[in-house]
């Protein structure tokens, strides 16, 4: 019996660069989310990267929010082996709305497959299978599923036996509505053709309008649950872990720039003999930690200071921020430019403003003895 031949890549993508991001501020009160870095690169680099090990060589960036920064940082995108192009939406104009506004730099064939990204997700989605189900079904859309435990902050999508899509259900409450644990996990192949039925100009959900609107016309919508991997990095908490997991290794990237360990130390940051790493670390470039330190499961962005004795834990410090001696971060976001005094306890998801100022022991959980 003769091996079936494997199938043709998608060699085009889009990917949704354009949100906001105000659900993880103050992250990105400067620096759009896809541009925030996660192991050391911007999140967008380990995107692009597994596109472009996947076969893609085209893609074209739907930006939107700060939109002036992306092509200063990627350029033409020959130093990860693709040709990039940049569409800037004037005014919001949705998930579907931004497809369809950069479908005319696309050079595919009606019938070929473009794969579509949202800039907000890590995966380990094995991408060339996705396109592999959407040509052998002959689907006009496929969706990437996984199954989470507990689905009531998403899109439900149940399938047939044969992985075809029945519904799509936003975010269920009551037991009775949690038909199935499969959700919408953000990255799709469109046939190129119904990419142009997209309405042009008006903003559009592909989640909320796109796809339930094809569905009830009877087009072919087939979904692939893929169980590896996956993360929506909306918060800063998902951030700061999405990035940890990264440096560990348990979320593929060929763009981790170095080996998966423990922690990962960039070039030009200074790290005291004495200080302590672990948990997925990453120490960016002009950061210093200082001496009996510890930093576990957290990000130290670039030019950061974290002065002697103080513990950094699954954490966001920003770009510049000072972490005073002995101060104690637990799942805290500290923004760019801020500074934290010594003898500060700082827990439980709070957000310091960027370029706020933090008096020494002036915020407490526990006693000061």
């Not at 967008?44 to 090990?53: D, G, I, K, V, Y």
């Not at 002036?68 to 939406?89: I, K, M, Q, R």
């Not at 339930?212 to 908490?237: F, I, R």
């Amino acid at each position: 019996m003769e091996s079936p031949v494997e199938s043709p890549a998608a060699t085009e993508a889009i990917l949704l660069v354009g949100g906001k991001g105000t659900r993880l501020r103050p992250l990105t009160m400067h620096t759009p989310k896809p541009m925030v870095p996660a192991a050391g690169v911007p999140f967008l680099t380990h995107q692009l990267a597994r596109a472009a090990a996947a076969g893609v060589e085209h893609v074209v960036l739907a930006t939107s929010y700060l939109a002036e920064v992306f092509e200063p940082h990627f350029g033409d995108g020959s130093a990860l082996g693709l040709h990039l192009e940049y569409v800037t939406e004037t005014e919001p104009l949705g998930t579907g709305g931004a497809i369809r506004n950069v479908a005319h730099r696309l050079h595919s064939a009606p019938g070929d497959p473009v794969l579509v990204l949202n800039g907000d997700i890590l995966t380990g989605l094995d991408i060339p299978a996705l396109v592999g189900t959407h040509r052998a079904t002959g689907a006009d859309i496929s969706l990437h599923l996984t199954k989470v435990p507990d689905p009531r902050a998403f899109g439900l999508v149940p399938t047939d036996p044969d992985g075809r899509v029945t519904a799509f259900l936003e975010k269920p409450q009551t037991p009775e509505e949690i038909v199935t644990d499969q959700i919408n996990a953000g990255c799709y192949v469109f046939t190129r053709s119904v990419i142009d039925t997209i309405p042009a100009g008006r903003p559009v959900s592909v989640e909320r309008e796109t796809f339930p609107d094809l569905l009830a016309v009877g087009a072919h919508l087939q979904g692939m649950v893929d169980s590896t991997y996956w993360l929506d990095l909306g918060t800063p908490q998902a951030f700061v872990r999405g990035s940890a997991d990264l440096v560990l290794g348990r979320a593929p990237s060929p763009a981790v720039p170095g080996q998966c360990g423990d922690h990962l130390v960039l070039p030009g940051a200074h790290v005291a003999d004495d200080a302590k790493l672990s948990g997925g670390s990453c120490v960016s470039a002009g950061a210093v930690i200082g001496s009996g330190a510890r930093v576990v499961g957290s990000t130290v962005l670039a030019g950061a200071t974290v002065e002697p004795g103080a513990v950094v834990r699954d954490s966001l410090v920003g770009t510049g921020a000072v972490i005073g001696a002995r101060t104690i971060l637990e799942g805290a976001v500290i923004g760019d430019g801020a500074h934290v005094g010594p003898d500060n306890e700082l827990r439980d998801g709070v957000r310091i403003w960027c370029g706020a100022r933090i008096p020494a022991a002036a915020i407490r959980f526990s006693s000061d003895e």
